[in-house]
């Protein structure tokens, strides 16, 4: 039982070992003969190959037949799903083991591959092919002689030549009959120790020659197979004389061993024969039994005489390893010696060793086709070595000549596997010429080669590879379209269709260039211009034929190379310049921007003014333009020229604009009256005139431009009465009231023309005397009544627009700084209730005006700091100012008599009544006619009023002078230097940042009035 139980052990390991190689075995068992398409049996159930954990495998599981190139296989499998059928080959047993002497089982072996190389297993499947009773026992002969002595005793036996059939077992032979034995001759059998069943005949009653000597009958010899089948040969017996005594074999077996490499001659064995007759009788005769084999009887030699056998052709072990030699030795009776000479051929190592390549991948004109990508493992073959020789003659070893990527791995005995040790790479290596050698264990040992050739299958791994990855060009621009750049290349490592190369541009390729798809060459396609484009980067694409294709990518960067083809730009095609009049020389009035589109020199601009323009100068690299002269816009208004812009090219591009610089003004001149042209005259108004009669028209003209020169008239002093009004815009005094008794008289109205330049207007005024009466009767009267007036303080109006103006109020201050602690406060309660007083229409003026003092720093404040500047000053120097540098200054005073409420509230205004000329002068204002000459009559000094206009108080002030400053950047391309509208600037730099100092004069006049109530 222990034994049994380790016997288990084993046999259950050694099938673990053979499954973990990946070799199995399986046995099927199949009838000869029988027809095509018969299922043997299913692999994939009996080998459980469905019990495979998942795998992810790169194709369908797959069986393979592995065969010998050539033969035709006894059976087929289904590749897909391992069913075993007979195939068309008829399945012969006797043909198939025909050299199978002892054995009596017969099988056909064959080889299944199991793919692919995830779950590969190598199958060896054993068929034994059972016998069937497919052929009929036959004699030797179909006619079988015999000789029998006359005198054989009953019951003697006679060896009759045996039926041979190819059948095995039962269905070989298994029985003799004899057929008509006439009850003379009976037939029995006999079975040797090989197991043959051997014919005898045998005498059953005497012989007698004389009375018969010959007999004919038939024996039949039959199988036991089903159904069964039989043959029968013609018998012919010859009774012959009597010979008493038959040859006896000195031995009836001899075994002998002779070397298959025996020579020819060789002797075998020296057979004996004696026999006891004499004479004729006594000779003896050696023959060969019908039951020697053909190849036997080919092979050896018997003479005849002697008995010696010898070797009559030289010796295969492998073809037969041994004979029996039936030799028959008869002294011409009937009943001839037999002896069993059995000749063992013993083994000499003369056969190398075979080998048998049966191919796993089937190979195409004899060479297998590989791919490169084939994964290590991939099975190719399998390799069979074989030795005829016995022993270690035919123990065989077989291995590869040289290193190659290929492996051959043992799965069965005398069974390798050749597979891949490495992994193919076509670019190195495109073919093999495998050398197989097989040796064997003799001594010397022989050996076999055999070529197998592996062709490595190009796959498409290798993508193209740019000769230069980055290429870099550089073209001038202005190109003839269609222009060849340059020529790409790649190469590919692979071969055939995989190493055909296509040239593309990508995706991010401008629409300029082209690329030929199969010499590569680059040519740009249109004009290319660098002022639109200086430079391109984009992709170009080399790839394969293969499947699926490979690409490879490089970047192409070109360069447009600068012509000079443009000519300067100027930002404008025309310039227009705006400069104020008072400008200073080398001041800057504006800059002229031109662009090139081109590089380098080609880009390079010089500026220049054409025609030698000397007014003006233009910096040949910045464009900023500066005047050599003053302006004035009364005498000049604008400039042209032109301006010519150049680059720096070999051959000079250049182009022209036109300048404008328009001379703007500036409120420089004050409003000069024409009417009244002086402050004498006067004009006679009847009382009778209804209310809107023009009484009197005044004109003012005003030497600047624009809202510079618009005027604006009102009345600003000795319209008491409120008989009086005026238009603003045409001057027109008309009359508002109806004239009653108590208003005739003299009536000297101071008349304002404002102009509306900004920031700060300049205004005039001048005295109109209206006479209101009937007639004139003396006129030398009335002319004397007005000089007299001239020195007597005006009385304010009773609706002024203009009599609490921001300036008097700081002329009031200034006063009271002067005069004392208690003037100032006194001025600033009389200031405070004046403004509460004040009208809506004054209130909204006054708001107007104060908002407009944004633009500019306000000129009263300056005056009262600058006064006070001079005030210290003067006292340093001189104590008195020139007089010709004084204004002559009236204060009006009016103080109504009959407000009891008043409390002596007075309004104060500040009317000019005399200008100096050398003053205007001085103040650089040009000449200027103003409406109050040197010579005009005092009228405060010679005029004492007995009318009802109030005394008139004439206080001499020294004018103020005020400078401000205004800061003005230069815009980029285009700048303008201006000032304010009231003021007249000079520079003291050229640079296009300057301060420029703004002066003007103010004359302010301060008048107390009093306001009398109209009866």
Request: charged share 20%; glycine share 4%; proline share 6%.
């Amino acid at each position: 039982m222990d034994l049994l139980s380790g016997t288990y052990i084993f046999a259950v390991l050694l099938a673990c070992v053979v499954f973990q190689s990946g070799a199995q075995e399986k046995n099927y068992t199949v009838r000869e003969e029988m027809p095509e398409n018969v299922l043997i049996g299913d692999l994939l159930k009996d080998l459980n190959l469905s019990l495979v954990p998942d795998k992810t495998l790169t194709s369908p599981m797959q069986f393979k037949l592995v065969y010998k190139t050539g033969d035709a296989p006894l059976i087929r499998i289904e590749e897909g799903t391992g069913e075993i059928f007979t195939a068309g080959t008829r399945i012969d047993r006797e043909k198939l083991c025909s050299g199978i002497v002892v054995e009596t089982r017969c099988f056909y072996e064959v080889e299944v591959a199991v793919l692919p190389d995830e779950i590969f297993r190598l199958v060896k499947i054993r068929f034994l092919i059972e016998d069937i009773n497919d052929n009929a026992p036959l004699f030797p002969a179909t006619v079988i002689n015999i000789s029998i002595p006359e005198n054989s005793a009953i019951n003697s036996r006679y060896a009759l030549p045996a039926a041979i059939d190819p059948d095995i077992g039962i269905n070989g032979v298994q029985n003799y009959q004899l057929i008509k034995g006439q009850s003379i001759f009976g037939l029995d059998i006999i079975e040797t120790p090989e197991g043959d069943k051997m014919p005898q005949l045998i005498v059953q009653k005497e012989l007698d020659r004389e009375e018969k000597d010959t007999y004919i009958m038939k024996v039949k010899v039959e199988d036991g197979g089903f159904p069964q089948r039989s043959s029968t040969a013609i018998l012919q017996i010859s009774v012959a004389d009597t010979n008493d005594n038959s040859p006896v074999f000195k031995e009836d077996g001899i075994e002998v061993n002779i070397p298959e490499n025996a020579p020819v001659g060789t002797s075998v064995t020296q057979l004996h024969a004696t026999d006891a007759d004499i004479g004729e009788n006594a000779k003896i005769h050696f023959y060969f039994s019908n039951l020697v084999s053909s190849i036997a009887k080919r092979l050896f030699h018997l003479n005849t005489t002697t008995g010696l056998i010898t070797i009559k052709q030289q010796l295969d072990r492998e073809e037969s390893p041994n004979h029996k030699l039936l030799v028959l030795a008869s002294d011409g009776g009937l009943m001839p010696a037999r002896a069993m000479v059995l000749v063992n051929v013993t083994d000499i190592n003369d056969n190398a060793p075979s080998i048998d390549i049966r191919y796993i991948i089937n190979p195409i004109n004899g060479t297998v086709v590989l791919s490169e990508n084939a994964p290590v493992n991939t099975k190719i073959a399998l390799i069979t070595v074989t030795d005829k020789d016995a022993d270690h003659n035919g123990m065989v070893t077989c291995f590869t000549d040289h290193e190659v990527p290929f492996r051959l791995r043992p799965v069965f005995s005398n069974q390798f596997l050749l597979e891949t040790a490495a992994y193919l790479d076509y670019e190195t290596i495109r073919e093999y010429a495998i050398k197989l050698l097989a040796a064997d264990a003799g001594k010397p040992p022989l050996n076999q080669s055999s070529m197998l050739l592996v062709k490595v299958k190009d796959e498409n791994d290798n993508a193209p590879v740019f000769t230069q990855p980055f290429i870099s060009l550089s073209l001038p621009e202005n190109n003839s379209p269609g222009i060849k750049l340059t020529k790409i290349s790649a190469t590919d490592a692979d071969s055939g269709y995989n190493a055909e190369i296509n040239y593309l541009l990508g995706v991010d390729a401008p629409s300029e260039f082209s690329l030929d798809h199969h010499t590569g060459i680059l040519t740009a396609v249109r004009k290319l211009d660098r002022e639109k484009q200086e430079k391109y980067s984009f992709t170009v694409l080399a790839k394969d034929n293969g499947m699926p294709p490979l690409i490879t990518n490089a970047t192409v960067s070109v360069t447009i190379l600068d012509q000079n083809d443009n000519s300067p730009i100027f930002t404008h095609n025309e310039y227009n310049f705006y400069v104020p009049e008072n400008l200073p020389r080398h001041g800057t009035v504006g800059l002229i921007t031109v662009t090139d589109p081109d590089y380098g020199e080609n880009s390079v601009v010089t500026l220049s003014i054409l025609d030698m323009n000397d007014d003006f100068t233009i910096d040949p690299q910045t464009g900023v333009i500066q005047p050599n002269i003053s302006f004035d816009r009364e005498k000049q208004e604008s400039y042209t020229f032109y301006v010519k812009a150049e680059d720096g090219g070999k051959i000079p591009h250049s182009s022209t604009s036109k300048v404008t610089i328009n001379v703007v003004d500036v409120n420089d001149n004050k409003p000069v009256f024409i009417v009244p042209s002086s402050n004498n005259s006067y004009e006679l108004v009847l009382p009778s005139a209804n209310p809107g009669t023009v009484v009197f028209t005044v004109l003012a003209v005003d030497n600047d431009t624009g809202m510079n020169a618009e005027l604006r008239y009102s009345i600003v002093g000795g319209n008491t009465k409120g008989l009086f009004i005026i238009d603003q815009t045409t001057g027109n005094i008309t009359l508002k009231e109806k004239c009653v008794v108590t208003d005739l008289g003299l009536y000297r109205l101071i008349v304002k023309a404002k102009d509306l330049g900004q920031p700060e207007s300049l205004f005039s005024v001048v005295i109109v005397n209206l006479f209101v009466n009937e007639s004139v009767a003396n006129a030398t009267w009335i002319h004397e009544l007005v000089h007299k007036h001239i020195e007597t303080p005006v009385t304010p109006n009773i609706e002024t627009t203009d009599a609490f103006s921001p300036t008097s109020d700081y002329v009031k201050i200034t006063v009271a700084i002067i005069a004392g602690t208690i003037t100032v406060i006194l001025v600033i309660f009389i200031t405070a209730v004046v403004r509460c007083r004040q009208s809506p229409h004054l209130k909204a003026s006054q708001k107007n005006k104060q908002n407009s003092e944004w633009v500019t720093p306000n000129p009263e404040n300056r005056q009262m700091v600058m006064m006070m500047m001079k005030k210290k000053k003067k006292k340093k120097k001189k104590k008195h100012a020139p007089k010709n540098l004084l204004l002559n200054f009236v204060t009006i005073e009016e103080i109504k008599a009959d407000d009891v409420d008043n409390d002596g509230n007075s309004v104060t205004l500040d009317l000019p009544i005399e200008l100096e000329e050398k003053t205007m002068g001085k103040n650089n204002w040009g000449t200027i006619t103003t409406t109050f000459k040197p010579d005009s009559p005092d009228l405060a000094r010679h005029y004492k009023s007995a009318s009802p206009q109030p005394a008139f108080q004439i206080y001499p002030e020294t004018p103020l002078n005020s400078k401000h400053h205004i800061i003005q950047e230069l815009p980029l391309d285009n700048t303008f230097v201006t000032c304010d509208s009231i003021s007249k600037c000079s520079s003291s730099s050229s640079e296009p940042y300057s301060v420029s100092e703004c002066s003007y004069s103010v004359t302010t006049f301060k008048t107390p009035v009093s306001v009398h109530t109209r009866l």
